[in-house]
């Protein structure tokens, strides 16, 4: 018997690290549940602690009763276990640079994360980015245009892959804070945005949007979302 999948999530709205797992996991083809944790309700963290074995972090996948957090992981996860799902790429050195792609993404880019933190309910075309943001956009698309020319795209190494999933919530900062980007990086993240996967992950968060309504009358958020998505509208 197989053990069951679990991914352990936070709300698809604001949580760029969970939509990363799930995009590994939906990628995959492996069959697998969801746990979704509102990562601003009162008293969350209890729950969310014990879904992930007292990790408290999200992406967390659960494997039976073995328990595998940190992003990384969870994609090599899904990768060792669908092989054919050509979440990494097939050639050593590509395979290699995706990697080094990846990790620069999860341990860098610290001022575009802060000060453009993923929100998929609302464009905010008045943002007016800092130096800092800006630099961390140049360097994106200093990582990016080299494969992208080489693969020919429409991904880094042309077929979707974990690498892609990566930087799915840049894409979405770069739509929704309209920051300035190259042809090539444009041509790149909307196609990111506009992969099945991701669009289904922005129309589920559309459900989550009329819960949230709810969730803000009962937490006494008032008008915190405003309910429309434009990033569908695109
Ligand atoms: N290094 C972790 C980062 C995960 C992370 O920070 N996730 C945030 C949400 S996007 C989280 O779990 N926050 C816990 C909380 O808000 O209590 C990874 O790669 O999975």
Same mark, same amino acid.
């Given at each position: 018997m197989t053990d069951t999948l679990t991914l352990v999530l936070g #709300?698809?709205?604001?949580s760029s690290w969970s939509l990363r797992g799930w995009l590994f996991l939906a990628q995959s083809g492996l069959p697998f549940e969801e746990e979704m944790f509102w990562? &601003?309700? =009162? %008293?969350y963290r209890e729950g969310l602690l014990a879904a992930t074995g007292g990790i408290g972090t999200v992406p967390t996948l659960r494997v039976g009763s073995r328990v595998i957090s940190e992003s990384m992981a969870v994609a090599e996860y899904a990768a060792e276990a669908a092989? &054919? *799902? %050509?979440? /990494?790429? *097939? &050639?050593a050195l590509d395979r290699a640079e995706a990697r080094s792609l990846a990790a620069r993404m999860h341990a860098g880019f610290t001022d575009l994360r802060r000060e453009c933190p993923? #929100?998929?309910s609302n464009r905010f075309p008045d943002f007016k980015p800092s130096d800092a943001v800006l630099a961390d956009v140049a360097k994106l698309e200093a990582m990016w245009e080299p494969c992208l020319l080489r693969s020919g795209g429409p991904f880094l190494f042309g077929a979707f892959g974990a690498v892609d999933a990566f930087f799915a919530p840049v894409a979405a900062r770069i739509y929704t804070f309209c920051l300035p980007v190259s042809d090539v990086a444009k041509a790149y993240t909307d196609a990111i945005l506009d992969h099945p996967l991701m669009r289904q992950w922005i129309a589920d968060a559309t459900e989550e949007q009329n819960v949230q309504r709810e969730r803000n009358d009962r937490l006494s958020?008032? %008008?915190?979302?405003?309910? &429309? /998505? =434009?990033i569908l509208k695109r």
């Open positions: #709300n698809r709205t604001y990562l &601003d309700e =009162p %008293g092989p &054919d *799902a %050509g979440l /990494w790429p *097939a &050639d993923m #929100n998929l958020k008032g %008008g915190y979302l405003p309910g &429309d /998505w =434009p």
